[in-house]
């Protein structure tokens, strides 16, 4: 479904990331693992379309998408939870989720729906409070419901469990393999804990110092090849 291949992308003058390939299939959950400041989010920006590509393709549903801007990305199916959540502060709960119908077609904005309060309960019953005034874990509930709002086919997580408590951190775990029960969704999970990925994911990939140094089945990794990319 998504094809990543010789990537290129960074800022003004320094580029970041080179050479990336990465492929993420639908029913699977995908991890991007690495040290702080290696290149994650910069790959998650360039698949979105928030960052420009300096070379390669990205190919999704069978067509290049990297010279499309992000809003149209988002319609057709990809979506982005970034990486300190970004929701409204002075929006409601409901409102930030009415924003996330905005990628599909009108006639299929059918009002919030049920099954996103059946996941993330809290929100139904802070649906009239401002995002601001909510904790950090249910902000990332949120997020994370805004984004599936909008029936993404792949969904893209920038580091979903960072700050959160354990209970929440669970939480997000269950609606991840949830969310790839149906086979028709893959998800980009940026993870730094090792733990988690192996608990969530279904391959993984390690960047280092904006390349992929390692990658393959998390069924079959070598903990101690991948975690020595990990530890600082
Ligand atoms: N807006 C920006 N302008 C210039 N350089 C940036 C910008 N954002 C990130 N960088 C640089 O790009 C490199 C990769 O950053 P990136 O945020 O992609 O890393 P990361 O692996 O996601 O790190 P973390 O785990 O800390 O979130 C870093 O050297 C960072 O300083």
């Known amino acids: 479904m998504l094809k990543v291949a010789s ?5 003004d003058e320094s580029m970041v990331l080179e050479n990336i390939d990465m492929e ?8 991007v693992l690495g040290r702080n400041g290696v290149g994650k989010s910069t790959l998650m920006k360039s698949i979105i379309g928030l960052l420009p590509l300096a070379a390669g393709s990205i190919i999704w549903e069978n067509n290049p998408i990297e010279k499309l801007p992000p809003e149209e990305r988002t319609k057709r199916g990809i979506a982005y939870v970034p990486q300190g959540r970004e929701i409204f502060p002075t929006l409601t709960v409901e409102e ?12 299929e904005r059918k009002g919030i729906p049920e099954h996103l309060f059946e996941m993330f309960p809290v929100l ?25 709002a909008g029936q993404p ?5 920038d580091e979903p469990m960072e700050g959160i408590q354990p209970s929440i951190v669970q939480l997000i775990q269950q609606v991840i393999s949830q969310i790839v029960a149906s086979k028709t969704v893959g998800i980009v999970l940026v993870e730094h804990s090792l733990d988690v990925a192996f608990e969530c994911a279904d391959y993984y ?18 903990m101690d090849e991948v975690k020595k990319y990990l530890v600082v």
């Open 7 to 11: 990537l290129q992308s960074g800022y």
């Open 153 to 157: 086919r792949l969904l893209l997580l």
């Open 124 to 148: 139904k019953e802070m649906l009239h409070r401002k995002g601001g005034d909510l904790s950090g874990g249910q902000q990332q509930q949120l997020a994370i419901a805004r984004a599936l």
């Open 205 to 222: 990939y390690v960047v280092d110092h904006g390349k992929i140094v390692a990658h393959g089945d998390i069924a079959s990794a070598q």
């Open 96 to 107: 930030n989720l009415l924003l996330g119908l905005e990628s599909l077609p009108k006639q």
């Open 24 to 31: 993420v299939l639908p029913g699977s959950v995908v991890a």
